[in-house]
Nanobody, 123 residues
């Protein structure tokens, strides 16, 4: 059983930056593709970014391309999301998720989830 714990959320002004981190335990981290998803009030959970097991494959939603960067450190069992040029529409709870083997952009295909961290961007 894999446990995921996110950190790094908070309140930031538009145009600012935040770095989210997710630490995994309880499994072989390098066996899991990792993703970041977000959910705003009244909206469905949506894909933000994902990274393959080795880190060689990276995928981002069009809404965050050029602003957000996903990365992982398999030696430290961590995955990060660097968020720059934040906009008010980025406000949401951000979730770290793990999927055994293959990367995916669908939240339904991820087996393990963190508890989420709130990101609020003020205008």
């Amino acid at each position: 059983q894999v446990q995921l714990v996110e950190s790094g959320g908070g309140l930031v002004q538009a145009g600012g930056s935040l770095r989210l981190s997710c630490v995994a335990s309880g499994g072989t981290f390098s066996s899991y593709a990792m993703g970041w998803f977000r959910q705003a009030p009244g909206k469905e959970r949506e894909f933000v970014a994902a990274i393959s097991r080795s880190g060689g494959g990276i995928y981002s939603a069009d809404s965050v391309k050029g602003r957000f960067t996903i990365s992982r450190d398999n030696a430290k069992n961590t995955v990060a999301l660097q968020m720059n040029s934040l906009k008010p529409e980025d406000t949401a709870v951000y979730y770290c998720a793990g999927r055994y083997m293959a990367v995916s952009q669908s939240p339904n295909e991820y087996e393990y989830w963190g508890q989420g961290t709130q990101v609020t961007v003020s205008s």
